[in-house]
């Protein structure tokens, strides 16, 4: 073999032997150093390719996350208008015309997967509902049920826009 | 390699960033939020909630309920502080068998390390799902006062949740860590962090790879819950003062003020002014009432100035307990949702004399540089992988003086843009290539990198002729900028060393320059934009008349020609908007060409229709031959 040779003849001579120690580690070096460069140029470029994919998701993601945050404050009209159409004070024809303009509201809202959280069987649930108060249950059944509904919560596209704001009973006894 | 999560594990919020294609990015929860309250309960019906669904419930399980669990993380049931929350938290603590905390919750007790983990399982299970891949390994930040037993129990509450902690970051390390100031030496760093909770104050010294923390202060019960709280006792005193009516009773005026306070301080953040508006806030004998008051910018910082003079005061002899002075100081970094306020910002301003950092989301720099601190780790953000950026714009003169910005400045390097040009001039035999850079308008106003010219362009019409220039910068910054004629093939360049040379000083003024000059340039490049439009349409008017003149009648060809005098005139004045005047005169005129030629054309087809219409017919019977044969 001849690298074989190659060793034999550089024992002879220790000068050389040490230069090439050296040239090996150097390459070795090299080696490594190249290795570690074109690992770190493909994850670079997987990255790349792997954001590029991801991105259509994150621009829809943000486009969800502006029209949310746009129609939640559209929610604090619509709220200002509820409370307006339950004062029973107010002049009849002119009720109407604001109860038909929160219903355009609700329609709007309705057009953009905007739904109002219905409060089906009373029953407290974290996921819909947030507890601002609470009022002492005469009996254990109405632990946890629903008391009073202060705000009301909406839902868009079956996720929780804003949760309906309560106040809960709670057994102590 | 699976990724590393960085984790900011915070009193009242946590946030959860990763490093992708080196730089952080937060990763939003389950909910959607970029950030997850640090709560947990456990339900009546024994459900264990994290984050917003126990924060949700919070105010009907207020013993099931914990929150602030970071307050006793690591700490003696003796320790002071541990004294002091006692009475202020709803939920029962107790002291464990080894002098720490357990805290009841669901019938059980348990170390606060348990609840933190209960947190950072949800953080893990959350990016694990939004990121489609397992999460093993984690950072986490404290804050810099934590001691050993802190740090080790939030290390702890990681493993505890299945994570591997590969290190406990410094929040105020990290916040330096997201603006990349490690890079610096030498430098002395105030991390001023505003929460919603707490305030913290750390001062930072770079040295030689290490960030060392040389000492902190703070306040761990003030934070911007105690702004809202001041806005919200504000409007019900005004209001109150202007109605007679007490809302602070009325649990749904309350919660409709709450909002309303909370939305007054954001919006006092970018206008001076706010109005508090809450339509039907409740009723009376007389009927429906309304709040509506006016919040000013100055009397919001009237009402917290006191907490904001705290902070100060705190700030100051924390950077005199890390033996420096105010001078001393090289950066400040904001963190904490509070800093957002102009009142902190000039506060801080005020006291170092100098603009803090606060480009990066405040409530997320701590998370980001987690993420950093994890790219590091696990390689992604090698040396040699750190890209820099041009920091100003690359580009060439074009025709009447006008900088063209081939690559725009902050472009990450290495990079390659390529733009075609073309000639002013008919029979142009050559274009000069003027390099330049910076960030005013004007090519004059900016600094020369070079110049060549590119010779033998075959005649041409103006506008013909190809020539694709094209600007290289290499990972070095070197530049080298191509000039070709696509018609010859004929090609030159130049290669400029010193693109990225300039001092941060030069750079600096370079882009304060066109700053001030904003408005002066702004008015320069329409004149020259102007100019140019003209001389294109009196070019291409000159054309037209040359191509088809014999066929246009002389009145038109007079009134076009009075017109162009009328715009030479201007041209000289060197007046917008009497070029722009005169160019739009100029060209209604201009335009009677094409409308002449096109009627005349008309009207020739006209005569030519029966015998369209004739071809039709036996263009129509050749149809059926063909269908026959």
């Given at each position: 073999m001849s690298e074989d040779e190659d060793i034999e003849i550089i024992d002879e001579d220790a000068g050389v032997t040490g230069k090439i120690t050296k040239i090996r580690k150097e390459l070795e070096v090299c080696r490594s150093e190249k290795e570690e460069y074109l690992a770190g140029w493909q994850r670079a470029k997987a990255d790349y390719i792997n954001a590029g994919r991801t991105l259509g998701e994150r621009l829809e993601d943000s486009a969800r996350v502006a029209k949310t945050g746009v129609l939640h404050q559209f929610l604090e009209i619509v709220d200002s208008i509820e409370q307006a159409l339950a004062d029973?004070?107010?002049?009849s024809q002119w009720a109407t015309g604001v109860r038909l303009t929160y219903e355009k509201c609700i329609a709007m809202l309705k057009q953009h997967g905007v739904e109002a959280i219905e409060l089906v069987d009373k029953t407290f649930d974290p996921r819909y509902h947030e507890a601002v108060d609470t009022i002492l249950a005469?009996?254990?059944?109405?632990?946890?049920?629903?008391?009073?509904?202060?705000q009301k919560g909406y839902t868009i596209s079956g996720r929780v826009l804003r949760p309906t704001k309560v106040k809960v009973y709670v057994y102590n006894k | 390699m699976a990724k590393i999560l960085g984790i900011?594990?915070?009193?009242t919020n946590s946030a959860v960033a990763i490093v992708e294609g080196g730089s952080p990015r937060v990763i939003e929860n389950k909910e959607g939020a970029r950030t997850t309250p640090s709560v947990v309960a456990v339900s009546k019906a024994n459900e264990r909630l994290v984050g917003l669904l126990a924060k949700r419930q919070a105010v009907t399980n207020p013993k099931g309920t914990i929150f602030s669990a970071k307050r006793l993380i690591?700490?003696?049931?003796?320790?002071a502080e541990v004294q002091r929350d006692k009475t202020l938290l709803p939920y029962n603590i107790r002291e464990s068998a080894n002098g720490g905390v357990e805290i009841e919750i669901g019938g059980k007790w348990q170390r606060p390390e348990e609840i933190s983990a209960m947190v950072l399982q949800k953080l893990k299970a959350d990016a694990e799902e939004k990121l489609g891949e397992k999460i093993t390994d984690a950072i986490i930040t404290v804050p810099a006062y934590f001691d050993d037993s802190q740090r080790k129990a939030t290390k702890d509450a990681g493993e505890i949740a299945?994570?591997?902690?590969?290190r406990i970051l410094n929040e105020p390390t990290a916040a330096a860590l997201a603006y990349g100031f490690?890079?610096?030496?030498d430098e002395k760093i105030v991390v001023y962090d505003f929460g919603g909770g707490t305030f913290d104050v750390s001062v930072l010294e770079i040295a030689q790879d290490t960030i060392e923390v040389k000492a902190t202060g703070g306040d761990t019960?003030?934070?911007g819950d105690d702004f809202d709280q001041k806005i919200i006792e504000w409007i019900v005193a005004e209001y109150k003062k202007q109605s007679?009516?007490?809302?602070?009773?009325?649990t749904m005026a309350l919660q409709r003020l709450k909002e309303a306070a909370e939305k007054a301080k954001h919006e006092l953040s970018s206008t001076v002014e706010h109005e508090v508006n809450i339509p039907f806030i409740t009723s009376d004998a007389s009927g429906p009432q309304h709040l509506l008051l006016k919040l000013s910018r100055a009397k919001l910082e009237e009402l917290i100035g006191s907490y904001i003079d705290k902070s100060i005061e705190i700030t100051k002899q924390v950077v005199k307990d890390a033996g420096f002075?105010?001078?001393?100081?090289?950066e400040v970094v904001l963190v904490g949702?509070?800093?957002?306020?102009p009142a902190i910002v000039e506060a801080v301003k005020k006291l170092f004399g100098k603009e803090p950092n606060k480009t990066i989301n405040p409530d997320e720099v701590v998370a980001d540089g987690a993420a950093v601190q994890a790219g590091i780790l696990q390689g992604d953000v090698k040396d040699v992988l750190l890209l820099d950026v041009t920091p100003l714009s690359l580009g060439l003169e074009t025709l009447g003086g006008v900088f063209t910005r081939i690559i725009e400045k902050n472009?990450?390097?290495p990079t390659a843009k390529t733009q075609v040009f073309s000639t002013a001039?008919?029979?142009?035999p050559s274009v000069e290539v003027h390099v330049l850079q910076g960030?005013?308008?004007?090519?004059?106003?900016n600094k020369t990198l070079g110049r060549f010219i590119l010779d033998?362009?075959?005649?041409?019409?103006?506008?013909?002729p190809q020539i694709e220039v094209s600007f290289d910068i290499d990972a070095n910054g070197i530049l080298s900028v191509k000039a070709r004629?696509?018609?010859?093939g004929k090609e030159q360049s130049v290669r400029i060393?010193?693109?990225?040379?300039?001092a941060k000083d030069d750079i600096e003024r370079m882009r304060q320059d066109a700053a001030t000059h904003a408005e002066e340039d702004k008015k320069k490049r329409e004149l020259a934009d102007v100019k140019n439009l003209a001389d294109t349409l009196i070019y291409t008017t000159d054309k037209a008349i040359r191509d088809s003149g014999d066929k246009i009648p002389q009145n038109i060809k007079d009134e076009i020609d009075a017109k162009k005098k009328d715009l030479d005139v201007a041209l000289k004045s060197e007046n917008v908007a009497d070029i722009k005047a005169k160019s739009d005169a100029y060209s209604a005129s201009a335009q009677k060409i094409g409308e002449y030629l096109y009627k005349q054309d008309a009207a020739d087809k006209k005569s030519e229709e029966p015998r369209t219409v004739e071809h039709e017919e036996i263009k129509d019977d050749n149809k059926d031959n063909e269908a026959k044969g």
């Open positions: 029973p004070t107010a002049d005469d009996k254990i059944e109405d632990d946890h049920k629903i008391a009073e509904e202060f | 900011d594990l915070g009193t690591g700490r003696k049931f003796s320790d299945g994570l591997n902690v590969k490690n890079k610096k030496k019960h003030l934070g007679g009516i007490d809302v602070s009773k009325d002075q105010i001078g001393d100081i090289n949702g509070q800093t957002r306020m472009t990450t390097i001039a008919d029979s142009q960030e005013r308008e004007m090519a004059q106003d033998g362009i075959a005649p041409a019409p103006r506008g013909m004629d696509k018609g010859t060393e010193a693109s990225s040379g300039l």
